[in-house]
């Protein structure tokens, strides 16, 4: 099995880029239009992407393995690749820099899915540029939380 593994730095605290990560109410604005699912172990996960005359895409998962602050696992239950996971590790390097590794896994080793790492890589690359702006533009989350 294969995987793509890429390193980005920013400069926030590992606190906000966990949360800008894992709380749905975020992450629809920078990852997908629509999120369902907070991290549970054992918990299930859709993004839905709305792109236009093509329609809807939805992927779905279920959470394996979350440490607060320190590494979320994702496994796919219907990519055409089979069992894919996402893996994020979360690294503090310092009060207000932090480092997210984005691991995803589990592809064949045929060279025939060498397009889906390739593409997996540069939709990353691009989402952490999205990310980077959100965060730059939205210092407080509150405002995207829904209250009790």
């Given at each position: 099995?294969?995987?793509?593994?890429?390193?980005?730095?920013?400069?926030?605290?590992?606190?906000?880029?966990?949360?800008?990560?894992?709380?749905?109410?975020?992450?629809?604005?920078?990852?997908?239009?629509?999120?369902?699912?907070?991290?549970?172990?054992?918990?299930?996960?859709?993004?839905?992407?709305?792109?236009?005359?093509?329609?809807?895409?939805?992927?779905?998962?279920?959470?394996?393995?979350?440490?607060?602050?320190?590494?979320?696992?994702?496994?796919?239950?219907?990519?055409?690749?089979?069992?894919?996971?996402?893996?994020?590790?979360?690294?503090?390097?310092?009060?207000?820099?932090?480092?997210?590794?984005?691991?995803?896994?589990?592809?064949?080793?045929?060279?025939?899915?060498?397009?889906?790492?390739?593409?997996?890589?540069?939709?990353?690359?691009h989402q952490v540029v999205t990310l980077r702006k959100f965060l730059a533009e939205?210092?407080?989350?509150?405002?995207?939380?829904?209250?009790?």
């Amino acid at each position: 099995m294969r995987e793509t593994r890429s390193e980005f730095e920013f400069d926030e605290p590992v606190e906000r880029l966990w949360q800008a990560t894992t709380v749905y109410e975020v992450l629809v604005h920078w990852l997908a239009d629509e999120v369902r699912g907070r991290p549970k172990v054992g918990g299930e996960f859709s993004w839905t992407w709305h792109l236009g005359i093509e329609g809807n895409f939805t992927t779905k998962g279920t959470y394996k393995k979350i440490e607060p602050g320190h590494e979320l696992v994702m496994e796919w239950k219907d990519h055409p690749a089979g069992d894919i996971y996402l893996q994020l590790i979360f690294d503090s390097l310092g009060q207000k820099k932090s480092k997210l590794t984005i691991v995803n896994g589990g592809f064949p080793s045929s060279d025939a899915f060498n397009h889906w790492l390739d593409g997996i890589r540069e939709g990353w690359e691009h989402q952490v540029v999205t990310l980077r702006k959100f965060l730059a533009e939205n210092p407080d989350f509150s405002k995207f939380l829904k209250s009790p």
